[in-house]
């Protein structure tokens, strides 16, 4: 007589997800460091000791004071200030809202765009799907920094053309990725019952094949977010990207580029920690995601 | 063998068609043409000239035949900055941007193809666990940053290598390349890894997977049961399978280093095709920047149509289907 | 003194779910030249036993007890440079799958000559007339070309004909056989029968064939062994044991082969599933499935000696069918 056993608490996929995420330490890191990265960035205006965008403030003679240093309006510059006499940590803050603003916005619009034309493509087959995907072969096969660079070419500066000009690059990977998954659960059981139901397009789409293809969709997404922030960063820093009245993190490091070779290393070395560490924890969060929701390794 | 060439020879050729389109348009028809293509400095009589010798007063399709049947000829404008035709500044740089591409492509698989093996073959070791981390900080870490910091280190505070810039360079088949001289040597180093780390770190992601996957296998169980020394097992029978898919990868990536050496040619002062784009976008120096564009096409479906070739070498499977 | 004596072998799987006990307390012998059918259906540790011996059994298994004397030569316990040392070159083994025996990128003289230079010290052109020579033992016509083909050139009898000609390549002593046969046609699968008890008959080679079909080992074997949940449930000389089956699995195996059956009466089955090799419940594993079963089966039955060489480990057995 088998002893009864204790009924296991109900497991459902998120919290299955949730507690394989955090099997991984690192993961947890990059979580936890990208929650405080954008903290910091969405609280900026409150914690940063100076508004760098305010000249009022800003005394020339301030500048480039090495880490540590105080400043001539009392103020303790841990980061030292760049040429213009910007405190770097103030800098740096803002810059990360404009560098998450800008990367995850872009992904995010990018997602949409990107979903909805690659579930079109697998929904509607034939025609659409060749049209669609003929698109994507031709946006993926051009290299990202170039398309980016003449986008902005054309465009010219500005956060708003940045934007544009990401996504243009960014939505042929979720395009892609939703359209393989969505290829594959089309062809599920309740996909087919959905439409003996004759529910409209629009709610099977979206209702049902969707949520089905948002795992390697989050995967993507997270990543993309990643690049999104340093292709941005990348552009900046070559001249095409946000304009100086709002620096981004790579203009910043732009900014200091020049005053590197006399050993004023802070001014492009703090802003690239900051996009570093940033990116890493996507990073890190993203892997987890894939090996977790990968259906391969599963056992 | 020659049907798929013939084949894959046509495709390419409307890839290139479709991208002299795309180009065209993106030159010709938006924006204002007559900004493109004549210097912004010139006044009401010149402009009216120019635009009568550019054929600017055309249809459009016209000028579409007019643009290609000069492409064809080799002619794809003069640059306003050097008033030289812009298909001459963009070779005379291209020396130097291919060998930084080579250099680096070389050095992801010197480095990434050890490191990445290592990591399959011993997947839970604490090496293996480094190495993978290191490969996330690879790809994860923006290039121009950590260019900025190699010359940061090695240039400035330790002082063993120039910081910016190409070194001397020897003549080989009549083009100057600067790793014939050992100062050209030291010049291309710091810019050659820069452009290699992200490979690096995919190349180890893929060897390290190839290798994960292949172990596997039941002709791997076999090898052993044969007999066979772990090190013909590891080295012969695993490593012509990975090797497959790993250079498909990295001759396909190659067209994506020339493009990305921007990047790279900017921190370092490089004087290559790279650096040659981005002052000209800055200075708003559109034929060069439309020389350029063509010319990145070319090299990609020329690339691509070798790596292909390449895979069929290698893999004994496909080779026979392409006789077929 | 038999070429092989398994004693008690027990081969566990350390899984981060529990611990699978794919092989447990399996003895049996094979003398020289004679043949062993290993019977049983997926899941019931035939295969395992067949790596086990080869000492093949990867991590997260090994063999957690019990001695398989080779020749006197215990393997269990030996080192892995003597245990390649004898793979090969006196044990060899026959997987299932021809398609993924052979390495698909590697051609077939390559990897025949490395198996022969494996074990001994010839030049390339011994070792290749070595192979050519094998191969037509078991019947490839022109195999000198034949060899320098890939294994994908080969259709699935002639794959498995050449993992057959590597097995022999150093007149094994014990060449273990995993269900060889399984992926092939039917009409194949006669030939590569017939081949094998021929090569075995004359170069005294013993045989362990591991299998699903008893229609195939009843042509086969000299003995056979019926494993059920990993452990051995009947054992005997095949004429007898296929006769008269004492254990209820075999006599449920036996009678549900078609051919048995009576033409309008539905086909005899044996009724549930193989329980998990993860939670067996305690006792008898078949008992869930067996007519016969009561409360004395709760407990583990003993492999008995029923009769003179037939062993059934069951408290029920069909003996009342054995004239007195």
């Known amino acids: ?299 | 063998m020659a049907l798929y060439l013939l084949r894959r020879l046509t495709q390419s050729g409307f890839v290139l068609v479709a991208m002299s389109l795309l180009v065209f348009l993106g030159v010709y028809a938006i924006g204002d043409p007559i900004e493109i293509l004549i210097s912004p400095d010139a006044d009401q009589i010149e402009k009216e000239r120019a635009i009568r010798a550019l054929g600017l007063d055309l249809p459009l399709w016209q000028q579409y035949l007019v643009f290609v049947g000069k492409a064809l000829q080799g002619d794809l404008g003069r640059s306003f900055v050097f008033n030289e035709p812009a298909i001459q500044l963009i070779l005379q740089r291209m020396p130097a941007t291919l060998e930084l591409a080579f250099g680096s492509m070389l050095l992801s698989i010197l480095i990434g193809l050890p490191l990445g093996l290592y990591a399959g073959l011993r997947p839970n070791g604490a090496l293996s666990k480094g190495i993978m981390a290191g490969s996330i900080l690879g790809f994860s870490l923006p290039t121009f940053w950590v260019g900025l910091m190699l010359i940061m280190v090695f240039a400035v505070q330790l002082g063993w290598l120039p910081s910016t810039g190409r070194g001397d360079t020897a003549l080989l088949f009549g083009i100057p390349w600067s790793f014939l001289t050992r100062d050209g040597l030291s010049h291309i180093l710091l810019p050659a890894i820069n452009l290699s780390l992200f490979k690096i770190s995919l190349v180890i992601r893929l060897t390290r997977a190839g290798v994960r996957e292949t172990m596997l296998m039941d002709y791997v169980k076999f090898a052993r049961a044969k007999g066979l020394s772990p090190f013909r097992v590891t080295f012969v029978h695993v490593f012509k399978n990975i090797m497959i898919p790993v250079v498909t990868v990295v001759g396909l990536e190659l067209g994506g280093t020339i493009a990305f050496s921007v990047v790279t040619e900017s921190v370092f002062a490089w004087p290559g095709m790279g650096k040659l784009i981005i002052d000209s976008i800055n200075v708003l120096d559109r034929p060069v920047i439309v020389a350029y564009l063509m010319m990145i096409v070319l090299m990609f479906i020329i690339i691509n149509l070798a790596v292909d070739i390449l895979y069929t070498v290698l893999d004994p499977r496909v080779r026979l289907e392409a006789k077929a | 003194m038999s070429t092989l004596e398994v004693k008690g072998l027990s081969t566990h799987f350390f899984t981060r779910a529990g611990v699978v006990k794919a092989v447990e307390d399996v003895s049996f012998s094979v003398g020289r030249g004679k043949v062993m059918g290993l019977v049983g259906e997926s899941g019931s540790g035939k295969t395992v036993t067949g790596f086990s011996i080869i000492g093949l059994v990867d991590a997260p298994g090994r063999i957690v007890s019990g001695e398989i004397l080779f020749k006197g030569r215990n393997l269990v316990g030996m080192g892995e440079k003597e245990l390649r040392e004898l793979r090969g070159n006196r044990i060899a083994m026959i997987f299932q799958d021809p398609m993924m025996t052979l390495n698909p990128v590697l051609r077939v003289d390559t990897q025949m000559i490395e198996t022969v230079q494996a074990h001994q010290k010839v030049d390339r052109e011994t070792a290749r007339q070595r192979a050519r020579d094998t191969l037509g033992m078991v019947g490839i016509p022109s195999p000198d070309e034949r060899l320098k083909s890939y294994p994908h050139q080969f259709s699935g009898g002639m794959r498995q004909r050449v993992a057959i000609a590597i097995a022999l390549l150093h007149q094994p002593d014990l060449i273990i056989a995993d269900e060889p046969t399984t992926a092939l046609d039917v009409t194949i699968q006669g030939q590569i029968l017939a081949e094998v008890q021929k090569l075995a008959a004359n170069t005294g080679t013993s045989l362990i064939w591991i299998t699903h079909d008893l229609s195939v080992v009843a042509g086969l074997a000299d003995d056979i062994a019926v494993m059920y949940a990993g452990r051995i449930v009947e054992q005997g000389s095949v004429d007898q044991v296929l006769d008269v089956p004492f254990h209820p699995y075999t006599h449920g195996l036996i009678g549900s082969v078609p051919s048995r059956n009576k033409r309008g009466v539905p086909l005899r089955q044996i009724p549930g599933t193989t329980p998990s090799l993860m939670s067996l419940p305690p006792g008898c594993a078949f008992k869930s499935r067996c007519e016969r079963a009561d409360a004395a089966c709760e407990t583990m039955p003993a492999l008995a000696e029923l009769a003179p060489g037939r062993f059934a480990r069951c408290v029920h057995p069909h003996i009342e069918t054995l004239p007195a």
């Open chain 1, 1 to 299: 007589m088998s002893a009864t056993a204790a009924v296991p608490p109900v497991e459902t996929p998120f919290r299955r997800f949730v507690s394989e995420f955090c099997a991984s330490p690192l993961a947890v890191g990059g979580l936890v460091v990208f929650v405080i990265i954008a903290l910091v960035a969405i609280l900026a205006p409150w914690i940063a000791p100076q508004n760098p965008y305010d000249l009022a403030v800003l005394d020339i003679m301030d500048g480039r004071l090495e880490p540590g240093s105080v400043g001539g309006s009392g103020i303790t510059h841990w980061l030292g200030t760049d040429d213009q006499g910007r405190d770097m940590l103030s800098g740096i803050m803002y810059g990360l809202r404009i560098s998450l603003v800008v990367g995850v916005g872009s992904a995010f619009i990018a997602c949409l765009v990107g979903a909805s034309l690659g579930l079109l493509a697998a929904y509607a087959g034939g025609r659409t799907d060749s049209v669609i995907m003929r698109l994507v072969d031709l946006q993926l096969s051009f290299p990202t920094i170039l398309a980016a660079l003449m986008i902005l070419a054309f465009l010219g500066k500005g956060i708003f053309n940045v934007v544009i000009a990401l996504v243009i690059v960014e939505w042929a990977y979720y395009a892609r990725t939703v359209r393989g998954s969505a290829l594959v659960e089309r062809r599920r059981e309740y996909i087919e019952a959905a439409m003996c139901l004759a529910l409209p397009t629009r709610r099977i789409l979206f209702n049902h094949l969707l949520p089905n293809c948002l795992p390697p969709l989050i995967v993507v997404g997270t990543m993309q977010i990643a690049r999104a922030i340093a292709l941005e960063a990348t552009l900046s820093f070559l001249g095409l990207g946000v304009p100086i009245t709002e620096p981004s993190l790579g203009l910043l490091i732009a900014n200091g580029y020049e005053y590197m070779l006399s050993g004023k290393y802070w001014i492009s070395f703090y802003p690239g920690i900051a996009l570093l560490v940033t990116i890493v924890a996507i990073n890190l969060m993203g892997d987890q995601m894939r090996d977790v929701l990968n259906p391969r390794l599963k056992k």
